[in-house]
């Protein structure tokens, strides 16, 4: 069958757009899991690559041929029934503890880069995510058809300035000392198994509707890819700046240091980041609670966001960095049996 190559990118932009959220887009997140453990991040990132790459692809495509409208349906094919409705709620709380700290990022990124208020960034976000959640996937869609290609474009010059620089040979290759540096052995498994069960509350309603298996494939393929590349350069980067584990949004400092004439459009594609993760997550919360609680998607959208409200009041950092390596270890299980499960079963 002919690949729809136009869906396979708004697949792949999606898949990006999803995972590329508050840590991501910020630098916060690559620091937390690879680029404070120097050239063995490196490593790991590659490992991550190849884990959205092969597994993103298997994720949509089983989620097609079983016809899953929403990760718990997924999720039940993958774990069986009893287990899978533990998951699925644990799925839940994971999505509003990463929608939280998506509105905590979008706070510091007006606080420490606008120079506004916190609270004026989280309401801002908020309400501009229940305007597009009105317009459904196609709402989500042209988001981020528009976003990623710029995040791609600036993550990619960031990469070629810090190659330019003198010593970049020699941070790549450093391997500092770290109390946890264990967690460099796990962090690609933990890092990839977050982001695709997280991203998994998008990607399966999406595949669904999609439907074709070749343009599925080459969405997933695309959008690992892309990512891969997005890990790559971003580490590259902050691996050339100093003390890179003290700021909330280390790519943006990088950005004013190195290119300042290009700053606030990269704050703005950093925004724009986290906005496609927020309203990923709670497209995909609220498709769920929909199979249980009969309301008008305007009324739970904004019962979620009330929710992620009060946790997002905590700092974003600490958020950061106590929720995602907890919700990755957890994650690890479901790609363990969905790199288990044959693609073919059943048909």
């Not at 840590?23 to 453990?37: L, P, Q, W, Y």
């Not at 993550?155 to 109390?179: C, G, H, T």
């Not at 595949?207 to 393929?221: F, S, Y």
Request: proline share 3%; hydrophobic share 55%.
């Amino acid at each position: 069958m002919k690949t729809n190559w136009g869906a396979a990118f708004q697949i792949a932009a999606v898949y990006v757009g999803t995972v590329v959220g508050a840590g991501f887009a910020t630098g916060r997140e690559i620091v937390e899991f690879f680029s404070r453990f120097g050239f063995i991040g490196f490593i790991s990132i590659l490992m991550s690559g190849y884990i959205f790459i092969f597994l993103g692809s298997k994720l949509m495509r089983i989620a097609a041929r079983i016809q899953a409208t929403s990760y718990q349906e997924l999720n039940e094919y993958l774990f069986g029934r009893l287990f899978g409705s533990v998951i699925n709620l644990l799925m839940l709380l994971m999505l509003l503890g990463v929608c939280a700290v998506m509105l905590s990022g979008a706070g510091a990124v007006f606080e420490e880069q606008i120079g506004l208020s916190k609270y004026t960034g989280i309401f801002f976000t908020i309400g501009l995510s229940i305007l597009v959640m009105i317009l459904g996937t196609k709402g989500i869609f042209a988001v981020n058809t528009f976003v990623v290609p710029m995040m791609i474009a600036f993550s990619i010059l960031l990469m070629i300035i810090s190659i330019s620089l003198p010593n970049f040979a020699d941070q790549v290759l450093f391997i500092p000392f770290a109390e946890d540096g264990w967690k460099a052995v796990v962090a690609p498994f933990s890092y990839a198994a977050m982001n695709l069960s997280l991203a998994q509350a998008v990607l399966v309603p999406i595949a669904t509707e999609i439907k074709d298996d070749q343009t599925i494939r080459w969405g997933g393929i695309l959008g690992g890819g892309a990512l891969t590349i997005i890990l790559i350069s971003s580490h590259f980067t902050l691996v050339m700046l100093p003390n890179l584990e003290s700021y909330q949004i280390p790519m943006a400092v990088i950005m004013r240091t190195v290119a300042s004439s290009f700053f606030w459009i990269y704050v703005f594609v950093i925004y724009g980041e986290i906005f496609t993760s927020v309203i990923g997550n709670v497209f995909g919360i609220e498709r769920q609670v929909r199979k249980y609680i009969a309301l008008p998607s305007i009324i739970t959208v904004s019962f979620i966001f009330v929710i992620c409200y009060f946790i997002s009041l905590i700092n974003y950092g600490t958020l950061l960095a106590y929720l995602y390596p907890i919700f990755g270890y957890l994650s690890i299980a479901f790609i363990v049996l969905l790199w288990m499960k044959p693609l073919d079963e059943g048909y």
